[in-house]
């Protein structure tokens, strides 16, 4: 009897013993794959193909995609030896996109060459003179060339000028610096 008692508890304990023996069929959890750090969740460096800070206002606003529209205006105004001067300045760039939004009767009335004085008008709002750049700006009212106030206001990480809201800080040129801007700036009496 001892041995079938024996032979009884080595059945049972015979799935025990199994579940702790090395199994060549059992499945192995895959080794971690070594992946690269998270990256932080930052603003991309502007796009500004070829430009450096050897280059002035204009040069650089011609060189970012997404102001090809506000460089135009500026040749077509006649303000790229204005801002090629020695400055500095500080321009609130409208995206395409800003311009795009404009409505069309306005487009329209600035492009007209009789009114090439209010095109500059208006392209001088988005510049003051000075080299603001981002951690520089703070909450004030600044003078423009077209010497009319723009209100800064700059609040948890954000800074907005009158009703634009910058989308892009500081990008550098030799002459000043560029921030680009979700909205075209019109001076109280173009509005």
Same mark, same amino acid.
């Given at each position: 009897?001892?041995?079938?008692?024996?032979?009884?508890?080595?059945?049972?304990?015979?799935?025990?013993?199994?579940?702790?023996?090395?199994?060549?069929?059992?499945?192995?959890?895959?080794?971690?794959?070594?992946?690269?750090?998270? +990256?932080?969740?930052?603003?991309?460096?502007?796009?500004?193909?070829?430009?450096?800070?050897?280059? /002035?206002?204009?040069?650089?606003?011609?060189?970012?995609?997404?102001?090809?529209?506000?460089?135009?205006?500026?040749?077509?105004? %006649?303000?790229?030896?204005?801002?090629?001067?020695?400055?500095?300045?500080?321009?609130?760039? &409208?995206?395409?996109?800003?311009?795009?939004?404009?409505?069309?009767?306005?487009?329209?009335?600035?492009?007209?060459?009789?009114?090439?004085?209010?095109?500059?008008?208006?392209?001088?709002?988005?510049?003051?003179? %000075? /080299?603001?750049?981002?951690?520089?700006?703070?909450?004030?009212? +600044?003078?423009?060339?077209?010497?009319?106030?723009?209100?800064?206001?700059?609040?948890?990480?954000?800074?907005?000028?009158?009703?634009?809201?910058?989308?892009?800080?500081?990008?550098?040129?030799?002459?000043? +610096?560029?921030?680009?801007?979700?909205?075209?700036?019109?001076? &109280?009496?173009?509005?």
């Amino acid at each position: 009897m001892k041995k079938f008692a024996n032979f009884a508890a080595s059945i049972l304990l015979l799935p025990v013993f199994a579940a702790c023996a090395p199994n060549d069929t059992a499945e192995v959890p895959p080794a971690p794959i070594a992946t690269a750090p998270p +990256v932080a969740d930052v603003t991309p460096e502007p796009a500004t193909p070829d430009a450096t800070v050897n280059e /002035n206002i204009p040069d650089v606003v011609k060189a970012n995609p997404s102001l090809k529209t506000l460089s135009s205006l500026i040749d077509q105004a %006649g303000l790229r030896d204005k801002l090629n001067d020695a400055g500095p300045y500080t321009l609130f760039a &409208p995206s395409d996109e800003a311009f795009a939004a404009v409505p069309e009767e306005t487009r329209a009335r600035l492009l007209k060459p009789e009114n090439r004085q209010l095109l500059i008008q208006v392209l001088t709002y988005h510049v003051v003179p %000075g /080299n603001l750049t981002a951690n520089q700006l703070r909450s004030q009212e +600044v003078k423009t060339l077209a010497n009319n106030p723009l209100n800064i206001q700059v609040a948890q990480d954000q800074v907005r000028v009158n009703d634009a809201r910058v989308t892009q800080p500081d990008i550098e040129a030799r002459n000043g +610096v560029i921030h680009i801007i979700d909205r075209v700036l019109l001076p &109280p009496m173009t509005q």
